[in-house]
């Protein structure tokens, strides 16, 4: 599936979303004027915008995602591999692994999807 990018501010915007939809536009501006400081019409901006790119629908003021956060995070990462790691996975890793130190259970987590990818 090809996913539209979603830019960082409209991303907080789709946890908010994603979280409580369906639901009502006006109920979602007064979230996102909780949660992120942002006015009512920025908030129907951010619809329209998102509607626009196949990303959400509001049909009869009730909004809800036509992407989900999953199908969002994957696409963001095949983007970001392919930017800054040329699609290599194991630069990926490599990276990764010098940036932190990997907790036991982040280890075992990891061996365990390379030995299913394995089968």
């Known amino acids: 599936m090809n996913v539209p990018v979603i830019f960082d501010s409209e991303y907080r915007f789709c ?16 979230l996102c004027k909780e949660r992120l400081g942002w006015s009512r019409t920025t908030t ?23 992407i989900s956060k999953e199908e969002a995070q994957i696409s963001e990462f095949e983007q970001m591999m392919e930017k800054k790691f040329e ?25 365990r999807m390379i030995e299913s990818a394995e089968k």
């Open 15 to 30: 946890l908010i979303l994603w979280e409580v939809e369906p639901v009502k536009s006006a109920k979602l501006a007064e």
């Open 44 to 66: 129907y901006t951010v619809i329209k915008r998102l509607s626009d790119r196949g990303v959400v629908q509001n049909v009869n003021t009730i909004v809800s995602s036509l």
């Open 87 to 111: 699609g290599s996975l194991p630069a990926f890793i490599a990276a990764f692994a010098k940036s932190r130190k990997l907790k036991k259970d982040e280890a075992d987590a990891l061996r």
